[in-house]
């Protein structure tokens, strides 16, 4: 699979941690978004590991700004949040940030980490609002971030698993297997 290019944008190190267990799985090639040439030429694979920040997952505006080179690739997106898999969440992710031009691009999700004490003081700031917001509404009606986020509290909470990978690890062997028949 060495044709096979994983970009990662990661804040905090979620994505940067699955970015380098996807590279160890696959041999491929590694790189952080801010630091790539954007010369695709040699790659048929392309996955971008991006963190989830406010509904927009980390480096999607960037691949849609360079989808025009990358229409003869096949692309994934991985993207990293704190909160445990939802089915709905997940579709919801991906009709706000897959559109138009890379709305055929498949998305998979794996559970990353939350941790106060690291983050910047604006999303501190904004966790912990949310979270005050919280205790204002009946947990029964919780959307599964709201929960993941009560839960948090303000500690620090690791649920970073290398066997999250394996959907997208199918799907890229299949891929390859389905290219090559």
């Known amino acids: 699979m060495n044709k096979t290019l994983i970009l990662y944008k990661s804040k905090y ?3 940067a941690k699955y970015a380098a ?4 799985a696959l041999q491929s090639d590694m790189k952080t978004l801010d630091a790539f040439d954007y010369n695709f030429n040699g790659y048929e694979y392309i996955v971008l590991i991006g963190g989830i920040y406010a509904g927009g997952i980390a480096g999607i505006k960037k691949l849609k700004k360079h989808m025009p080179a990358l229409t003869a690739k096949k692309l ?7 909160s445990p898999y939802d089915e709905a969440a997940v579709s919801k992710l991906k009709a706000q940030n897959l559109q138009e031009t890379l709305s055929g691009i498949p998305l998979f999700y794996a559970r990353g980490a939350y941790d106060e004490q690291k983050m910047k003081f604006i999303d501190r700031t904004l966790c912990k609002a949310l979270r005050k917001s919280l205790t204002k509404k009946d947990p029964a009606e919780f959307e599964p971030w709201m929960k993941a986020l009560a839960e ?12 999250q990978l394996a959907p997208l690890i199918e799907h890229l062997k299949l891929s390859i297997q389905r290219e090559s028949a």
Do not use: F, K, Q, R
């Not at 267990?21 to 160890?24: A, G, Q, T």
């Not at 994934?76 to 704190?82: I, M, Q, Y």
């Open 152 to 163: 948090a509290g303000n500690g620090s909470h690791d649920w970073s698993d290398p066997s």
């Open 76 to 82: 994934a997106v991985l993207a990293v949040g704190a």
């Open 13 to 15: 190190g979620s994505a």
């Open 21 to 24: 267990w996807l590279n160890e």
